[in-house]
């Protein structure tokens, strides 16, 4: 199976001028995503794996698949360690999600 980036459930964000913006509500941090990032954080559902929102990224931006795909996981690793993103399995249930 390929692993797919889920949304941290306990954040709230919403998509201004088609930009992300989160706020973590532990620490009311504000995180602002450029367009390119917020087209990776509105597929990161836990249903999409990652060569498929690098190929959503591909597609869009008119750049080479394997380099979109770097830069989704790039982009998904930083979101991860910030606590924004987790990691789970195709169909994973999550308590609070």
Do not use: F
């Not at 998509?15 to 990032?37: F, K, M, Q, R």
């Not at 698949?65 to 993103?85: C, F, H, P, T, W």
């Amino acid at each position: 199976m390929n692993p797919c980036p889920a949304r941290n459930p306990k954040l709230a964000w919403r998509e201004i001028d088609g930009e992300a913006v989160i706020i973590s509500p532990d620490d009311s941090h504000v995180h602002e995503l450029n367009e390119t990032a917020s087209l990776i954080w509105k597929r990161a559902d836990g249903k999409h794996n990652v060569e498929e929102i690098a190929a959503a990224v591909s597609e869009e931006y008119e750049v080479p698949v394997i380099e979109a795909e770097a830069d989704v996981r790039e982009l998904i690793s930083m979101l991860e360690q910030k606590g924004l993103l987790s990691i789970r399995e195709p169909g994973e249930v999550v308590a609070g999600a």
